[in-house]
């Protein structure tokens, strides 16, 4: 089963997210990985199988930031491979989704008919991508962020990040 953990804070968020996604290590997992807000961007590193792989990944390639999201998963959509592991995302929006979006083929030939371009095999990366394109359009992270949530359709926990919004 998923599990997502987040943390907005003034210490490295890294440490803290992946204490957090070790404890979720019980649940059972396929992949994993963690975003952070860097210098107003964000950065996310991802890896498939264990959580040591993304610890030796994170080792090669730290990601500061004190604002951050991680998440362990057990794929529905997609194989377990490091482009299909959470968080998705843009350069202006990072997601970690628990559950099912149940409409997501519909909302995925949408996006797709507007330009937005697809990585992944996942229900996840939907709504990193509808937030994006709220986002393109004008709208604030929170409207964005509602906009897209009232779109989907099953049962889910969403945690985001915004480029530019550390602290929140």
């Not at 264990?50 to 951050?68: C, H, Q, Y």
């Not at 409207?143 to 897209?148: K, M, Q, S």
């Not at 949530?149 to 530019?164: N, T």
Request: proline share 3%.
């Amino acid at each position: 089963m998923c599990g997502i953990c987040g943390v907005v804070g003034l210490r490295h968020a890294t440490p803290i997210v992946f204490e957090g996604l070790r404890r979720l290590e019980y649940r059972g997992y396929d992949s994993a990985g963690i975003a952070t807000l860097v210098d107003g961007r964000v950065e996310r590193r991802r890896a498939a199988g264990k959580l040591d792989n993304l610890g030796r990944l994170l080792e090669d390639n730290p990601l500061a930031g004190t604002t951050g999201i991680g998440h362990t998963r057990w794929a529905t959509h997609g194989a377990p491979t490091a482009c299909n592991a959470h968080p998705h995302g843009t350069e202006r929006v990072a997601i970690v989704h628990n559950g099912i979006i149940e409409n997501f083929e519909t909302l995925r030939r949408e996006l797709e008919a507007v330009g937005q371009v697809f990585q992944t095999e996942t229900d996840s990366e939907t709504i990193a991508l509808m937030v994006d394109f709220y986002l393109t359009q004008g709208y604030a992270p929170r409207e964005a962020a509602l906009n897209t949530l009232k779109r989907l359709e099953g049962a889910y926990a969403v945690a985001m990040i915004f480029a530019g919004h550390e602290g929140s």
